[in-house]
């Protein structure tokens, strides 16, 4: 065993999830060390809720192995439940319920102690932001609010392992921005960190990210890796006029590997921009287009996972 | 088992019967309303039967016979009738159920032999009514005669042994009526316990499903046996408040005597209780919508205690299978352990059997119902 291997709290070997015929998690593997943050980024139905519900112990793997803090998850989930915290997808707290009695209810059933309910209960409170409306029922509580007090309610038992499925969907930017500040200071702390997401920014927060989608695992690593790694090679914005016609001419240019539409502009990805860059601009304009500028620009993460994504499509296609 | 992890589900479990208006009727409104529903709906059809009178003769004998029909609590009268074809329009359209018919010479026979003969017209489209009148028609009739007998007596001066007065008390003895309603408010006890009790737990697990708290709820280390505990002790209680509304409205309201003592209506009540709930909840795990939930649970209770307990239908007039199935209906003890205490105060002795009947069956139920939960999304 190596020595990544030992720190690793989560280690997910060869998963496998089947609904049916429909394989939702297919061959998953990856580890995360402690108080590391992963990101679980792709589109909605990828199979990272699955994923995560595994490795809760909510539902059983298929087919591979997990293990969470060292125990396996379908030989021992309850030995698991004890070590970690959840945030589902949904807000499930009680909306009938107010702010401090939602998080004495989950002290108790995770065990906290009478002597350190206080102390929790108080940090967990603060966490959130919510000192002074202890008494609020959460029901009355706007999204960013909600979401922090879930956050606090997952964590009132100090658990080593973090398990946040889309923890800041349907939250507005400032709070994002602060609910991942939490984050940060949570794995500073030693807690490891599963999150995931659909949003693409947030991804740039995470220590390591996995692109998931259709049930596949297709990159890891950290995000400037998937970055440079992925798409082999330098990235061309093309603004001007009328662009979505031009993908058809622009693919066949000598030296272009990949073009997509990113709003109203085309990313192009070239082997050399130095090179290519006046050479495309001179074609579309001799095609007839007009206004067109272009220019050399780092990737972002949703150029990678377009690129990586396709280019995975591609793969199965040509097995197929 | 962590009695600490019980007490956080109780304490929230509470909170939100208390916050949920919904719940509170059904908990505390529902069982008073079932009591005077089923309660009235049984006495009223034993009382106030409508009656119209035809006295071909119009005497005072005669008359005095109609009276005493007017002034029974269990007929009312409608009217005297002028010929058959209004007797027969007055039972067509249902303005009376029985029509009682004096000949014109009913004073005559009475006299000279000392037998006159009335008619009764009955309605039998509902023949427990029809019988009944029957029943309590004769029973007028028969206060009537032992009056008359006991006038002719007095006027010839002879002595009491000529009569028969075994036959006399026979006929009173039929006509009390509170045995009816005596008999059945146990068994109405036993019918709002079981749909109040199923109805609470059934929506306990729904909810949460329904309410996507479910998914976070089982992500905890709770235990089923843990969760169940924690979900139906507030039940419980709030079950055990319906059961004192329903013997104070028995004993205070409907003038049930109750016999028995109360540690054992509390026991066997915990017992039957028990059974309801652990159904109700199996119920809500397995169906995940409250509005299903508590249909099913409306059905599995409500039915078998109504059809199959002996509450309405005596168990041993049923066919055999039948009886057969009464046996794996929890209503059926607790309707006789109810009856028991109520009515002839019977020692826990007596009631032994149903007892240890309805402790298995709640055994079972808990066993089962702590089972059916599983923590997972599978």
């Known amino acids: 065993m190596t020595a990544n291997a030992v720190a690793a709290q989560i280690v997910v070997d060869a998963l496998v999830k089947r609904f049916g015929d429909f394989v939702a998690v297919n061959g998953v593997s990856f580890e995360v060390a402690r108080g590391e943050v992963m990101g679980f980024i792709g589109p909605n139905g990828a199979g990272k809720s699955t994923l995560i519900r595994i490795l809760c112990g909510l539902l059983r793997p298929s087919a591979g192995r997990a293990l969470v803090a060292g125990i396996d998850v379908a030989q021992d989930p309850e030995g698991v439940r004890r070590r970690i915290g959840y945030m589902s997808q949904k807000f499930s707290l009680y909306n009938d319920m107010s702010v401090v009695e939602n998080l004495r209810f989950f002290g108790g059933v995770y065990g906290v102690s009478r002597v350190d309910m206080p102390d929790r209960l108080r940090f967990a409170v603060d966490m959130a932001g919510l000192t002074g409306r202890e008494d609020a029922l959460v029901a009355t509580l706007a999204g960013g609010w909600k979401q922090r007090l879930a956050l606090g309610a997952a964590i009132l038992h100090r658990p080593a392992i973090l398990f946040l499925d889309e923890p800041t969907s349907g939250v507005d930017p400032s709070s994002r921005r602060r609910f991942w500040e939490l984050i940060h200071a949570l794995a500073q702390d030693g807690v490891s960190v599963l999150v995931s997401t659909h949003y693409m920014d947030e991804a740039e927060y995470c220590d390591r990210i996995a692109l998931v989608n259709h049930g596949r695992l297709i990159a890891l690593g950290t995000p400037l890796e998937l970055k440079q790694r992925s798409l082999g090679g330098e990235l061309l914005a093309i603004e001007g006029e009328r662009l979505g016609d031009a993908m058809a001419s622009l693919q066949s240019a000598p030296g272009v590997r990949d073009v997509a539409m990113f709003g109203s502009a085309l990313h192009v990805l070239v082997d050399e921009a130095a090179l290519r860059l006046p050479e495309l601009e001179q074609r579309l304009t001799a095609a007839g287009w007009t206004n067109v500028r272009a220019r050399r620009i780092d990737p972002s993460l949703e150029d990678s996972f377009v690129h990586l994504v396709s280019s995975s499509a591609a793969q199965a296609g040509a097995a197929a | ?378």
């Open chain 2, 1 to 378: 088992m962590r009695w600490r992890r019980v007490k956080a589900i109780l304490v929230k479990e509470s909170l939100q019967i208390v916050r949920d208006p919904r719940s509170l009727v059904i908990a505390l409104l529902i069982p008073l309303l079932q009591m005077f529903l089923l309660g009235y709906g049984i006495s009223l059809d034993v009382k106030q039967i409508p009656l119209c009178a035809y006295d071909r003769e119009g005497s005072q004998a005669s008359q005095e016979l109609v009276q005493r029909f007017a002034a029974s609590p269990y007929f009312s009268l409608q009217g005297q009738a002028a010929n058959y074809a209004e007797v027969g329009r007055n039972l067509d359209n249902g303005r009376c159920r029985l029509a009682i018919v004096i000949p014109a010479d009913f004073s005559r026979t009475l006299n000279d032999a000392g037998q006159g003969v009335v008619q009764a017209l009955l309605d039998a489209t509902d023949t427990n009514t029809a019988s009944l009148a029957a029943g309590y028609a004769s029973a007028v009739v028969a206060g009537y005669s032992s009056a008359v007998q006991l006038k002719s007596i007095e006027r010839h001066g002879g002595s009491v042994q000529t009569l028969t007065p075994v036959e006399v008390r026979a006929r009173v003895w039929f006509n009390e009526d509170l045995v009816s309603r005596n008999f059945i408010i146990p068994g109405v006890v036993a019918l709002v316990m079981a749909i109040v009790g199923a109805q609470l737990s059934s929506l306990t697990i729904a909810r949460e499903w329904e309410r996507g708290t479910m998914e976070l709820l089982i992500s905890t280390p709770v235990k089923p046996m843990e969760l169940m505990l924690g979900k139906l002790l507030p039940y419980f209680i709030v079950g055990m408040i319906d059961a004192c509304i329903c013997l104070a409205l028995a004993v205070f309201w409907f003038q049930v005597p109750f016999r028995g003592t109360l540690p054992a209506m509390a026991f066997t009540t915990g017992l039957f209780l028990t059974v309801v709930l652990c159904i109700g909840y199996y119920v809500s795990v397995s169906i995940r919508s409250q509005v299903g939930a508590s249909q099913v649970a409306l059905l599995l209770t409500m039915l078998p205690t109504t059809l199959l307990s002996g509450f309405s239908f005596p168990i041993d007039q049923m066919p055999p299978a039948v009886q057969t199935v009464t046996y794996v209906v929890s209503g059926r003890y607790y309707v006789t352990i109810l009856k028991g205490l109520f009515l002839k105060g019977a020692p826990w002795t007596e009631l032994l059997l149903p007892i240890l009947c309805l402790t298995l069956y709640a055994l079972v139920m808990i066993l089962l119902a702590a089972r059916a939960f599983r923590k997972t999304l599978d």
